[in-house]
């Protein structure tokens, strides 16, 4: 399948690729938080409308929001709502990065399309009821990680940075 080299995902997983359980994050990892604000700033976010409305407040400042719902005409503050991922792919292709961000339904679809992730992997199980796609490392060239420790939630995680093969 051909990707596009300007698709990226970026998302925080669990090590059994859990993303989210009720529409809300399983963790939280400030940290994690800053390094999203730092990647995205400045550039497009794509997401499906429960990632939209799982967020406290939106628009996040200084980023272009697509989101994608089968509501025609369904207004949300500051976002361009369409219908498809196809129409997506057609808003960002001239972009020189766009980020997926979520959740669970948009990243399945994505996956094939995308040539970058950024992941966030916890290095623990979680109880869940959205998963990532499980990632065949084979197809991926790993350029970057840092390994890290929360104090506060007590566990490892490390930021993998993933190109396609
Ligand atoms: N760990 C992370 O990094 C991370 C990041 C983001 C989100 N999350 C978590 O993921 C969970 C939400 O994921 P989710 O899978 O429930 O929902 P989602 O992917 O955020 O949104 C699903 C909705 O998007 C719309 N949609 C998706 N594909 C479509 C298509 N091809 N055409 C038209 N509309 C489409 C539909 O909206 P309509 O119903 O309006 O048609 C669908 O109900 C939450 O728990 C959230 O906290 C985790």
């Given at each position: 399948?051909?990707?596009?080299?300007?698709?990226?995902?970026?998302?925080?997983?669990?090590?059994?690729?859990?993303?989210?359980?009720?529409?809300?994050?399983?963790?939280?990892?400030?940290?994690?938080?800053?390094?999203?604000?730092?990647?995205?700033?400045?550039?497009?976010?794509?997401?499906?409308?429960?990632?939209?409305?799982?967020?406290?407040?939106?628009?996040?400042?200084?980023?272009?929001?697509?989101?994608?719902?089968?509501?025609?005409?369904?207004?949300?503050?500051?976002?361009?709502t369409i219908g498809s991922i196809e129409k997506a792919i057609q808003?960002?292709?001239?972009?020189?990065?766009?980020?997926?961000?979520?959740?669970?339904?948009?990243?399945?679809?994505?996956?094939?399309?995308?040539?970058?992730?950024?992941?966030?992997?916890?290095?623990k199980p979680f109880d869940a009821?959205?998963?990532?796609?499980?990632?065949?490392?084979?197809?991926?060239?790993?350029?970057?990680?840092?390994?890290?420790?929360?104090?506060?939630?007590?566990?490892?995680?490390?930021?993998?940075?993933?190109?396609?093969?």
């Amino acid at each position: 399948m051909t990707y596009f080299k300007n698709i990226s995902i970026i998302v925080a997983i669990a090590e059994n690729f859990a993303i989210g359980k009720n529409n809300d994050l399983l963790f939280h990892l400030p940290n994690d938080l800053k390094r999203f604000k730092q990647i995205t700033t400045g550039k497009t976010i794509v997401m499906g409308r429960n990632t939209l409305l799982s967020l406290p407040k939106w628009p996040l400042p200084n980023r272009r929001h697509i989101v994608i719902s089968d509501i025609e005409g369904e207004q949300f503050e500051g976002c361009e709502t369409i219908g498809s991922i196809e129409k997506a792919i057609q808003l960002i292709k001239s972009e020189e990065e766009a980020f997926v961000i979520g959740g669970g339904m948009v990243y399945r679809q994505f996956y094939p399309y995308a040539g970058k992730l950024y992941l966030t992997l916890v290095h623990k199980p979680f109880d869940a009821d959205v998963f990532f796609p499980e990632i065949n490392y084979t197809e991926w060239i790993e350029t970057r990680r840092e390994d890290c420790f929360d104090e506060k939630n007590g566990f490892a995680y490390s930021y993998i940075d993933l190109i396609r093969k």
